[in-house]
């Protein structure tokens, strides 16, 4: 049976894989895990979707290319950037620029995602923060994915990514959010494609997206609702 397709940035998969698809039996959607660049370079690459949940700025550029439907366009969630180390690390979150300093220089490694929003934005605080060059030199780079996981296998000793995104990894500790003098928030919404083959099917999905049981898991995973 023909089912919908989905593509969807990486911020919610720990909420809808654990707490959203399971009611949905067959009517499930497939969905395309990413970071939204991702998920965009699949888009220019030719491939196609029925709905799409992604940053905000990337969502107004498909509308503006007339690649979604306007009026479907939704706001489902704001995210916020932290860090996560090791289980059994023992270290507390920093409360300023200046303890962010003092963490990222005090680790051997730093796993970021390059591709996500969160790579994006690290690389920009770490440049603010004048020690650039120092923490790229020890850099633990994914493509894609979920930078936590890096620290289980033992390739970083400190993790930098969405707080939603570091609560998907069972068995690490998370440091908490960024202090509010290094925070950025990171808004996201969700549409349909103006070519899409099951648009009442992905309808149904994004609906999903900004139900009550979906708001009490983003909240659990500590993402702000936007609706």
């Keep these: 049976m023909a089912r919908a397709r989905v593509m969807a940035a990486l911020v919610i998969l720990d909420a809808v894989k654990s707490d959203l698809l399971p009611g949905l039996g067959e009517d499930a959607p497939e969905i395309v895990w990413d970071p ?74 730093v796993a970021m995602s390059r591709a996500g929003a969160s790579g994006i934005y690290f690389e920009t605080l770490i440049d603010r923060l004048g020690i650039g060059d120092e923490v790229r030199a020890k850099a633990v780079i994914i493509p894609a994915g979920l930078t936590g996981e890096k620290l289980l296998t033992g390739e970083a000793a400190l993790a930098f990514q969405q707080m939603s995104e570091l609560k998907a990894v069972p068995g690490i500790d998370i440091l908490g959010p960024l202090p509010d003098d290094c925070q950025q928030f990171t808004d996201f919404s969700a549409a349909i494609f103006t070519d899409a083959a099951f648009p009442d099917a992905a309808q149904r999905f994004v609906d999903l997206l900004r139900s009550p049981e979906a708001a009490r898991s983003y909240v659990a995973r500590g993402l702000k609702l936007r609706f």
Aim: proline share 7%; glycine share 10%; no cysteine.
């Design 36 to 109: 939204t660049a991702a998920l965009i370079k699949r888009l220019e690459n030719g491939e196609t979707a029925d709905g799409i949940f992604a940053i905000d700025a990337s969502i107004q550029r498909l509308v503006a290319e007339g690649r979604l439907r306007p009026e479907t366009v939704v706001p489902v969630v704001q995210a916020e950037f932290g860090f996560a180390m090791p289980e059994g690390s023992g270290l507390t979150l920093p409360r300023d620029a200046a303890g962010v300093i003092a963490l990222l220089r005090s680790v051997p490694s």
